[in-house]
C-alpha cells in the first residue's frame, strides 16, 4: 500500500468511523474538471436536456469565480486533482438486505439500520456521489410525503423540481455554489404537503469512502402552509493524508405557519474540506431552526442562513464547532429580516484546542421595510491552550429605527475555580474539564433527540482525550 494511503487512526472509539472499505466503483469520471466531465455525469444519469443546458452553465461560472475574500484561504486547491463522481451501486434499494454488502456493512457499523428502526420516519444513505438506500414509513408515504434522493425527484417531479431548484442558491452565488451546480449529485428531495406535521425525523446520512474524492450533494426541501418537519443529516469519511472535498447545497422553502428544522452532525475526519451552502427562505408566520453541529474536517466554511420574508416569520441557529490540531473552523449564520415584526436567534459555541483555530462569522441583516423586528446574537469560545486560537466577526445593519439588534460575544479559558471544586469531588482532572466543556455545549446539545445527544457527547468526549494536562 502506497505511503499517501495509510489510514490514520486510533484504537479506539473514532474507528466506528473513520475505517476504510476498499474501492469498488462500477464507475467512476476520470479525475478533474472539464465539460466532458459534466457531460458524463448528466448522462450517465440520464437527465432531460434542461439539467444539462444548468450544469454547463455553471460550469462556466465557476470557471469565472475568484476564491471567496474572506476567511481561511482555498488558493491551495487544485480542482483538477479530485474525481467528481463515483458510483457504487447500479440501483437504489429500497430493503436493507438489497444493498450492496460492502457498502451495507459501512452503514451497519455506523449505526443506521438501528436508528431507522427505532426512531426515524424515514432514511436516505448516500456513499460517494449516489445514494445507495431509502425507505419510508408507509404511514406517512401515504400523508402525500415525498422522501426521495434529489436524483429521484427530479425524474419523478420535474414540476416541483424545476419551481424550486437553483432558485435561493443559484450558481451565481459563489464558487463553489457553481461547483456543486456543475457536478451535483444524489441529495435528498423532500415535499411535505399543506398540513402535513411529521413527529418523527427524516434522516439522511452521507459517507465519503475513497481519497481525493469530491460529494456534490444538492439537497431541496419545501414544506408547505402549515406542515412541520425535523430533518438530521450525519456524515463521516475515513483518514487520508490527501484532502478529499465536499461542497454541498442545501436549499429549504418554509410555508405560511410551517416549522422546519434541520439538524447536522458533521464528523467528517480531518482530511475532508467542508464548503458548504445552506439557505432557507421563511413566509408569514413560519419558522427555520437550524440545528450545527461541527466537530471535525482540515477545514469548514459553512453559515446557515434565514431569509425572512414573511411577516412575522422566525429563524434560529444554534451551532457548535470544535477545532483542533490541523482544524479550521470559519463557521456561523446569516440572518436577513425582510418582513415586518420577524424575529431571529444566533446563538454559537466554539471550542478551540491544541493549536485549532474556530472563528465565528455572522451576518444579520434589518431591511428598511422590516420594521418592529428583532435579532439576538450571541457566540462563546472556549480555548482549551495557549496555542489555540478564535475570532468573532460579526457584521450587523439594521436600516429602520422600530427594530433592534443584540450582540454579545465572550472568550473564556476553564475556569479554575470550577475545575478545583470538581476535582475536590474525586474528579479527575480530565473528567472534570470534560464536564465543564459539556455544561459549555448545553445550549447546543439539548436541542438534539436523545440518541443523537449520547453520541454528540461521546464525540466530544472522544475529541478531547490528549487535549488537557
Request: hydrophobic share 35%; aromatic share 10%.
Amino acid at each position: 500500500m502506497e505511503s499517501d494511503e495509510r489510514y490514520l487512526t486510533d484504537e479506539d472509539e473514532r474507528k466506528k468511523y473513520e475505517f476504510r472499505d476498499e474501492d469498488r466503483a462500477i464507475f467512476r469520471t476520470e479525475r478533474g474538471l472539464s465539460e466532458k466531465t459534466v457531460r458524463e455525469i448528466s448522462a450517465i444519469k440520464g437527465e432531460p436536456p434542461f439539467m444539462l443546458d444548468f450544469r454547463l452553465k455553471a460550469l462556466k461560472e465557476f470557471f469565472s469565480h475568484h476564491q471567496p475574500h474572506f476567511g481561511p484561504s482555498l488558493d491551495f486547491i487544485d480542482f483538477q486533482d479530485y474525481t467528481y463522481y463515483t458510483k457504487v451501486s447500479s440501483s437504489i434499494a429500497d430493503k436493507w438486505e438489497d444493498v450492496p454488502a460492502q457498502v451495507k456493512s459501512t452503514f451497519d457499523r455506523l449505526g443506521i439500520p438501528e436508528a431507522e428502526q427505532k426512531f426515524l420516519s424515514g432514511v436516505t444513505t448516500q456513499y460517494e456521489s449516489e445514494a445507495v438506500y431509502s425507505n419510508m414509513l408507509h404511514e406517512v408515504s401515504e400523508k402525500g410525503v415525498l422522501f426521495l434522493d434529489t436524483d429521484t425527484g427530479l425524474r419523478e417531479h420535474p414540476e416541483i423540481f424545476r419551481k424550486y431548484f437553483g432558485k435561493l442558491v443559484p450558481p451565481s452565488d459563489n464558487k463553489y455554489a457553481a461547483l456543486n451546480s456543475a457536478v451535483w449529485s444524489g441529495g435528498s428531495f423532500i415535499y411535505v404537503p399543506k398540513g402535513v406535521k411529521l413527529e418523527k425525523p427524516l434522516q439522511s446520512y452521507f459517507r465519503i469512502n475513497n481519497k481525493r474524492s469530491g460529494q456534490f450533494e444538492r439537497t431541496l426541501i419545501i414544506l408547505d402552509d402549515d406542515s412541520e418537519l425535523n430533518y438530521v443529516e450525519g456524515c463521516t469519511a475515513p483518514m487520508y493524508s490527501k484532502e478529499s472535498l465536499h461542497a454541498a447545497i442545501v436549499e429549504i422553502f418554509v410555508g405560511k405557519r410551517a416549522k422546519m428544522r434541520y439538524t447536522t452532525i458533521q464528523n467528517w475526519s480531518s482530511s475532508i474540506l467542508n464548503l458548504v451552502t445552506q439557505r432557507a427562505i421563511v413566509d408569514e408566520e413560519g419558522l427555520m431552526e437550524w440545528v450545527d453541529g461541527n466537530i471535525g474536517s482540515k477545514l469548514c466554511m459553512k453559515y446557515p442562513c434565514c431569509i425572512l420574508k414573511g411577516d412575522n416569520s422566525r429563524g434560529s441557529t444554534i451551532s457548535v464547532a470544535v477545532a483542533s490540531k490541523g482544524q479550521f473552523q470559519d463557521t456561523g449564520a446569516k440572518m436577513i429580516h425582510i418582513g415586518k415584526n420577524t424575529s431571529s436567534t444566533i446563538i454559537s459555541k466554539s471550542i478551540s484546542k491544541q493549536g485549532g483555530r474556530a472563528n465565528f462569522r455572522g451576518q444579520i441583516k434589518i431591511a428598511d421595510g422590516a420594521t418592529n423586528s428583532k435579532a439576538h446574537e450571541e457566540c462563546d469560545t472556549l480555548i482549551l491552550d495557549s496555542i489555540s486560537s478564535s475570532d468573532t466577526i460579526p457584521q450587523n445593519e439594521v436600516l429602520n429605527s422600530s427594530s433592534y439588534l443584540e450582540h454579545e460575544a465572550s472568550v473564556s479559558k476553564i475556569n479554575e475555580d470550577q475545575l478545583y471544586y470538581l476535582m475536590s469531588r474525586g474528579l479527575s482532572k480530565t473528567d472534570a474539564t470534560q464536564m465543564i466543556v459539556m455544561g459549555f455545549l448545553e445550549p447546543f446539545s439539548k436541542e438534539l433527540p436523545m440518541e443523537y445527544a449520547v453520541e454528540l457527547n461521546q464525540l466530544i468526549k472522544f475529541d478531547m482525550e490528549g487535549s488537557i494536562g
